[in-house]
């Protein structure tokens, strides 16, 4: 997961990945949608491929590379983890629920007095 967030955590690769979303590129395709260097982004794609989040393939002379989604899963779920309500806070939902629940009930429940 390190690897995987240290790989995302540069704008240029975060760009690449969604580029790579849509479609399979070349290295060539990559490097002319940036106003970087193609070393540059090679050395992006590098560090992309070594973090599992693209695959190349050979196409003749050129590189093609492709999105490889899986190994964000585990970062996903830790950043769930994060934005999830607590523990408490269920249980604070459910205890809201449970007295609107109640309230309701009494309201339209018919109450019988003996005097």
Do not use: K, N
């Not at 190349?56 to 769930?80: F, H, K, S």
């Amino acid at each position: 997961m390190d690897e995987v967030a240290g790989a995302i955590a540069d704008p240029v690769r975060r760009e690449i990945l969604l580029l790579l979303r849509d479609q399979p590129l070349t290295a060539g395709q990559v490097a002319g949608r940036f106003p970087i260097s193609r070393p540059a982004i090679s050395r992006h794609l590098r560090v992309l491929r070594d973090a599992g989040l693209v695959r190349d393939t050979a196409d003749g002379r050129r590189r093609v590379y492709t999105l490889v989604a899986g190994p964000l899963d585990e970062l996903a779920g830790w950043i769930g983890r994060l934005t999830r309500p607590s523990g408490w806070q269920h249980r604070f939902d459910a205890l809201e629920t449970e007295v609107h629940r109640t309230r309701r009930e009494r309201l339209t429940s018919p109450t019988t007095h003996s005097p």
